[in-house]
């Protein structure tokens, strides 16, 4: 099965953050030791990035199956039973996402007219990677609980 949208747009974001924050390392990193100068962005910038990776980048390990799982009493159950647990888990993991939604909207609305210091950019759009990311987590929980229960007569 293909990866919605929502997959994808969070993976470029993680491609284009991890280029731009290890390219701007390396240049603080070079600047610094080779020509003795120090770049005042160029740390804020990385620190950035690295935000915006984790947020966008929850959505794509949930997706590949790579976040760390206990499933030693779900590997024991089979069928409807199994098919419910995990439902009543990605419901447990969206509420956290809503909360996490509501959180960062307003974190956002805090700091709208913030700019930060070494760059000058608006904070809340540092910020509203934790929207982006709850937002993505939520619209793949949807489409999990979803395709488990449309499916769920084909087993």
């Known amino acids: 099965m ?3 949208r929502h997959v994808l ?3 470029w974001i993680v491609i284009a953050t991890f280029l731009v924050m290890t390219i701007a390392t390396f240049g603080q990193v070079v600047f610094r030791y ?3 100068i120090s770049l005042p962005w160029a740390d804020e910038l990385a620190r950035f990035c690295l935000v915006w ?3 966008a980048g ?3 390990a949930l997706v ?3 976040h760390v799982t206990v499933d030693l009493l779900l590997d024991r159950y089979r069928g409807r ?3 419910v647990a995990h439902t009543l888990i990605d419901l447990a993991i969206a509420a956290l996402f809503i909360a996490m ?3 960062g909207v307003l974190l956002m609305r805090l700091t709208v007219g913030q700019t930060t210091s070494g760059m000058g950019l608006p904070k809340y759009v540092v910020y509203a990677a934790v929207p982006f990311g709850a937002v993505t987590m939520l619209i793949e929980l949807t489409l999990r609980i979803w395709r488990r229960h449309a499916h769920a007569g084909t087993e």
């Open 2 to 4: 293909r990866p919605g």
């Open 9 to 11: 747009v969070s993976e």
């Open 34 to 36: 080779v020509f003795t």
């Open 53 to 55: 990776m984790v947020f």
């Open 58 to 60: 929850m959505v794509v």
């Open 64 to 66: 590949r199956g790579q």
């Open 81 to 83: 039973v199994k098919r």
């Open 101 to 103: 939604l509501y959180g």
